[in-house]
């Protein structure tokens, strides 16, 4: 018996996008990549199992990649993660009745990119600034340091969490800092929620072509001026994952 | 795509990387992102099994805490303010940056755990895969 199959959509493109034959989707074996065109917009789709459960990391990397690499040479929106439905016809008629909007939104993205910036603390000089910062932090330091955790576990919980405040303020200052220096550089920016208990900033912003040197240098300097003490990263061009979202069309 | 990736560490303070270079970086860049389709939208829409992936969510918890306080023991430093060794404090702050920092880098990557740290190596060997492109006109942005 043949298995059921269904087109996993990755994302909606303008109708003169190509795919390159090596393209690969998600799926194991990953499937092939192809477009549904219909008018003025198409969508990136490949066929998958409805039998095997998707989510595996090379699934998600291979949409990220597919999304990513369509976003360096032409305007995408993401469509999100995990999208199937019964075939062509199916899609077809989605780009059919919803076309104006995604040309519109699709327009709007042109020459467009997503930079993520994240910046980690080092924690050695995170908490060592902590602590001069703050002397019931200091004086707990003294109790705990280089005795055993059993004896000292209220004091370390207590100073535990004085760190853990500090850098929920730190955090929120410097995600001011960077949205405040970025914001006129950029389309739109936003915060994004921190992934690790040291994570100093974390944001996604959207930037024009023309602007994306600017961009890059005043994120250098941003992360020049916490050498040390903030491992930045910046990622990107990358889709624009962060900013489809007023381009929801239920719920 | 092409990216330049300058050398994060040696050179500049900012490291810069194109797609995600690690599990965790994936599934925070596009999990519950991107323009919904659901069956309201197209009657067409399947369910199809995910599996269960979670980005996560940092809640500041006890283990949180006593973690913070075993970084205060791998400090050796005394601190500016106490003691008054202000010359021992300088000399020892210089050694902070390389060292102890990338201890505590360590430290934070243990604590993702173990099941994102083997998925994490699983993805590695993927990324070896040639990458799907995808062009339109001729050629990649030009990139500085």
């Given at each position: 018996m043949a298995e059921e199959r269904g087109l996993f959509i990755y994302g909606i493109v303008p109708s003169d996008v190509e795919p390159t034959?090596?393209?690969?989707?998600?799926?194991?074996?990953?499937?092939?990549?192809?477009?549904?065109?219909?008018?003025?917009?198409?969508?990136?789709?490949?066929?998958?199992?409805?039998?095997?459960?998707?989510g595996r990391p090379a699934?998600?990397?291979?949409?990220?990649?597919?999304?990513?690499?369509?976003?360096?040479?032409?305007?995408?929106?993401?469509?999100?993660?995990?999208t199937v439905v019964t075939g062509p016809d199916a899609v077809a008629d989605l780009l059919d009745?919803?076309?104006?909007?995604f040309?519109?939104?699709?327009?709007?993205?042109?020459?467009?990119?997503?930079?993520?910036?994240?910046?980690?603390?080092?924690?050695?000089?995170?908490?060592q600034g902590v602590l001069e910062d703050n002397p019931a932090?200091?004086?707990?330091?003294?109790?705990?340091?280089?005795?055993?955790?059993?004896?000292?576990?209220?004091?370390?919980?207590?100073?535990?969490?004085?760190i853990s405040q500090?850098?929920?303020?730190?955090?929120?200052?410097?995600?001011?800092?960077?949205?405040?220096?970025?914001?006129?550089l950029a389309v739109s920016g936003l915060a994004r929620p921190p992934s690790?208990?040291?994570?100093?900033?974390?944001?996604?912003?959207?930037?024009?072509?023309?602007?994306?040197?600017?961009?890059?240098?005043?994120?250098?300097?941003?992360?020049?001026q916490r050498r040390g003490l903030v491992r930045m990263r910046l990622r990107g061009p990358l889709a624009p994952y962060d900013f489809v979202s007023a381009h929801q069309l239920a719920g | 795509m092409t990216v330049a990736t300058t050398g994060g560490q040696a050179g500049g303070a900012l490291e810069r990387s194109g797609?995600?270079?690690?599990?965790?970086?994936?599934?925070?860049?596009?999990?519950?992102?991107?323009?919904?389709?659901?069956?309201?939208?197209?009657?067409?829409?399947?369910?199809?099994?995910?599996?269960?992936?979670?980005?996560?969510?940092?809640?500041?918890?006890?283990?949180?805490?006593?973690?913070?306080?075993?970084?205060?023991d791998r400090l050796d430093i005394t601190p500016r303010n106490q003691k008054g060794l202000p010359d021992l404090v300088e000399g020892a702050s210089g050694a902070v940056g390389a060292g102890k920092a990338a201890s505590g880098l360590g430290k934070t990557v243990g604590a993702i755990g173990g099941a994102v740290r083997d998925a994490v190596e699983e993805l590695g060997s993927d990324r070896d895969r040639e990458r799907p492109r995808r062009r339109r006109r001729d050629e990649e942005r030009s990139d500085g």
């Open positions: 034959p090596d393209a690969s989707g998600v799926g194991d074996p990953p499937g092939e990549v192809t477009v549904v065109r219909q008018g003025r917009v198409a969508a990136l789709v490949s066929e998958v199992s409805l039998e095997a459960a998707l699934d998600l990397t291979a949409y990220e990649e597919l999304l990513d690499g369509t976003a360096a040479v032409a305007p995408v929106l993401p469509v999100r993660f995990g009745a919803h076309g104006d909007r040309a519109e939104a699709l327009d709007e993205l042109e020459g467009r990119f997503e930079y993520i910036v994240h910046g980690r603390y080092e924690e050695s000089a995170l908490v932090a200091a004086d707990l330091a003294d109790q705990v340091r280089g005795r055993p955790e059993e004896e000292t576990r209220e004091q370390r919980i207590r100073l535990g969490e004085i500090a850098v929920e303020l730190r955090r929120e200052a410097e995600n001011r800092e960077l949205l405040d220096l970025l914001g006129p690790n208990e040291l994570d100093a900033v974390h944001a996604a912003f959207l930037v024009d072509e023309d602007s994306e040197d600017e961009f890059v240098d005043a994120v250098e300097e941003f992360a020049e | 797609s995600s270079s690690s599990l965790a970086d994936v599934v925070e860049t596009v999990l519950d992102k991107g323009v919904v389709i659901d069956a309201q939208v197209s009657v067409a829409v399947v369910g199809i099994q995910l599996l269960e992936i979670n980005a996560r969510v940092v809640v500041a918890s006890v283990e949180t805490y006593l973690r913070f306080a075993q970084a205060v």
